[in-house]
């Protein structure tokens, strides 16, 4: 059974930093990509990254760029978002989601979810 | 950016109705439209993948169709276990985009 874990969420000034992570079981993790998605309070879902199986590719929403780092350590099963110079915008629980394929290029089907991590940046 | 757009925003239906909702795409997406399920406090679930595929173990009263630019997703019989909020999602173009959500309710 495919089990994913995320941790690290918690409260953080405007303008600070914060790493997620999430632990990953019950699937060859190397072999497909990761995604993070997140959902701000009261709003919908917004896809915010995405990191190939081997980790040499990665993809960002416009929103996040310069600014978030996605990652994956395939020998820990772990992937990881830094989170630097964070905005009350950024605040929302953060999803880790598997992708249905190694490729990023095949990779857009989320076929299993984490329950989810909440992140809030203050003012 | 592909924009999804998703109605209605709500709705309420008594149990054993027929419910469908609708997404859109600012453009021809083909077939790469998956619909999810998110229940409070649970983990989503993706329920069906490239328009009309069903993943494993959901319900074969949910059911998608469509192709290029318009969509529906449909419950065939409404049950109280399907109370939850839907979303289409497009992969035809990165960024990969999601509508704003339906939420079902039990009437």
């Known amino acids: 059974e495919v089990q994913l874990l995320e941790s690290g969420g918690g409260l953080v000034q405007r303008g600070g930093s914060l790493r997620l992570s999430c632990a990953a079981s019950?699937?060859?993790?190397?072999?497909?990509?990761m995604n993070w998605v997140r959902q701000a309070p009261g709003k919908g879902l917004e896809w915010v990254s995405v990191i190939s199986g081997t980790g040499g590719s990665a993809n960002y929403a416009d929103s996040v760029k310069g600014r978030f780092t996605i990652s994956r350590d395939n020998s820990k099963n772990t992937l990881y978002l830094e989170m630097n110079s964070l905005r009350v915008e950024d605040t929302a629980v953060y999803y880790c989601?598997?992708?249905?394929?190694?490729?990023?290029?095949?990779?857009?089907?989320?076929?299993?979810w984490g329950q989810g991590s909440l992140v809030t940046v203050s003012s | 950016d592909i924009q999804m757009t998703q109605s209605p925003s709500s709705l309420s239906a008594s149990v054993g109705d027929r419910v469908s909702i609708t997404c859109q795409a600012g453009h021809d997406i083909s077939k790469y439209l998956n619909w999810y399920q998110l229940k409070p406090g649970k983990a989503p679930e993706l329920l069906i993948s490239g328009t009309t595929k069903l993943e494993t173990g959901v319900p074969s009263r949910f059911s998608g169709s469509g192709s290029g630019t318009d969509f529906t997703f449909t419950i065939s019989s409404l049950q109280s276990e399907d109370i939850a909020t839907y979303y289409c999602q497009q992969y035809h173009d990165l960024p990969w985009t999601f509508g704003q959500g339906t939420k079902v309710e039990i009437k």
């Open positions: 019950g699937f060859t993790f190397s072999t497909y990509a």
């Open positions: 989601a598997k992708s249905s394929h190694e490729m990023i290029m095949f990779g857009g089907c989320f076929d299993s």
